[in-house]
């Protein structure tokens, strides 16, 4: 008998041990230190330490999934292509790294492929889509084609018809609604928690993923009582990232995962000493 309650005790205590952990996603890669949303810059996140990747990800008008943020290429490569409205060939003739520096010159835009090609044995990407429904039946056709789990796959988006879409088509994976959240000269938040949950119950949304402004402890507390995961962006912080933590984030996305994970490291080594 004795033994048999060492042994729950020593369960008890694991799995409240792997309740604190909190994933550490890095945000277009490790774009502090590396173009966003290209090889080097999830390469990169991988050797500091990230849990998961996020990428933004559109549709070429060839019904390729390429990995940039904005709807045209201004930004990244400062000729501005639409990528709805061109080939993934004409994509691929844009350096979208030397503006980052000297070391990244002749990067290009990668290809969902690519990207899925990176992720290392137990680690996630959050697949970010960022133009409408229409992606979604290539999206389930390039990860039928990796050798990705569905566990390694979270796709997230801010159009929660979007959302909608893919659970209708493919409730296996996990999916998440993306809101920026704002609180008025009231102190009340936009839009508003009976919003958030209704919005993720209509959607069938497995979580909420908020920015990290105008949300407090008890949004979190409500969002996690409705059966619903919650997650924050972008904290490139250590003080806010342990206050995320703390306040039961299941994973926190960052500019720079290395950081981040290095201070929540340390503060679970100083905790574990006492």
Not at 29 to 45: H, Q, V
Not at 110 to 118: C, H, L, S
């Amino acid at each position: 008998m004795k033994t048999i309650l060492i042994t729950w005790a020593v369960l008890l205590f694991n799995v409240s041990i792997h309740a604190d952990e909190v994933m550490i996603v890095a945000h277009r890669g490790a774009s502090k230190a590396a173009p966003e949303n290209t090889l080097p810059a999830f390469e990169l996140a991988w050797k500091q330490g990230a849990d998961a990747i996020e990428g933004d990800f559109h549709l070429t008008k060839d019904g390729h999934i390429v990995c940039i943020h904005d709807a045209n290429t201004r930004k990244v490569s400062g000729v501005n292509l639409v990528v709805r409205n061109v080939t993934l060939a004409e994509l691929r003739k844009l350096d979208v790294g030397a503006r980052h520096g000297k070391a990244f010159k002749g990067t290009t835009i990668p290809t969902i492929a690519e990207v899925f090609a990176t992720i290392p044995k137990g680690k996630k990407i959050y697949i970010e889509i960022k133009c409408g429904a229409e992606i979604i039946p290539a999206l389930l056709q390039e990860i039928e084609k990796s050798d990705l789990k569905k566990e390694q796959i979270v796709v997230i988006s801010f159009h929660s018809m979007v959302i909608k879409e893919l659970k209708a088509r493919a409730p296996r994976f996990k999916a998440s609604w993306l809101a920026s959240l704002k609180k008025n000269k009231s102190g009340n938040m936009s839009p508003s928690l009976e919003t958030v949950l209704n919005t993720l119950k209509h959607i069938k949304a497995d979580g909420f993923s908020s920015s990290k402004n105008g949300v407090d402890q008890q949004v979190i507390k409500n969002v996690k009582k409705n059966g619903y995961e919650y997650h924050v962006w972008t904290v490139d912080d250590a003080k806010t990232a342990l206050r995320f933590k703390q306040w039961g984030a299941k994973s926190i996305t960052t500019n720079v995962p290395g950081h981040i994970r290095k201070t929540l490291a340390e503060q679970k080594v100083a905790l574990d000493s006492n």
